[in-house]
């Protein structure tokens, strides 16, 4: 049994210590907006927060996770009201929305890290997260929407 914290909640998963977590995620606990991209930590679509920090869940083993604390895009906040995911909403930044978790489980980190980036800061922090759709622009424009409306107040 391996016990881990998921968005505040503790969960004992009967799991192989080698399973990647996105599984875990997914397929024992049931959250499913973190999505499988690639199977090889190039796309990002399957970022996640362990400890605070943005990790590739498909790549990383569940065993790693244990005793960890864990944030899908499920648990980037309560109402769907964290900055980023209202300018994200406010920007039209999906097309499909496939990437999206990942991009703003990336972004959230980015923030955290750097609360008034600049586009190459974005570009930088961002460059690991595959847009099938190439949304990019988009992508920076409500990044830097969310880190206005953070140092206008707003909580990250």
């Not at 964290?82 to 930044?93: K, S, Y």
């Not at 847009?131 to 830097?144: E, L």
Request: with cysteine; aromatic share 4%; proline share 4%.
């Amino acid at each position: 049994m391996i016990s881990i914290t998921v968005n505040g909640q503790l969960h004992h998963i009967d799991a192989d210590p080698n399973m990647p977590l996105l599984w875990a995620i997914r397929d024992l606990i049931g959250l499913t907006g973190t999505k499988f991209g690639c199977g090889a930590a190039q796309c990002g679509a399957c970022t996640v927060h362990l400890n605070g920090e943005a990790v590739r869940s498909c790549v990383t083993k569940v065993s790693r996770a244990a005793g960890q604390k864990v944030v899908t895009i499920e648990g980037l906040s309560a109402n769907n009201n964290h900055p980023l995911q209202l300018a994200w909403n406010e920007m039209n930044v999906p097309q499909c929305g496939y990437c999206q978790s990942g991009q703003l489980m990336s972004a959230a980190v980015l923030l955290r890290e750097n609360p008034n980036p600049t586009d190459q800061d974005i570009d930088d922090a961002m460059s690991g997260n595959i847009c099938r759709c190439g949304t990019y622009q988009r992508v920076r424009a409500a990044i830097h929407k969310a880190a206005a409306m953070q140092a206008e107040g707003a909580k990250i």
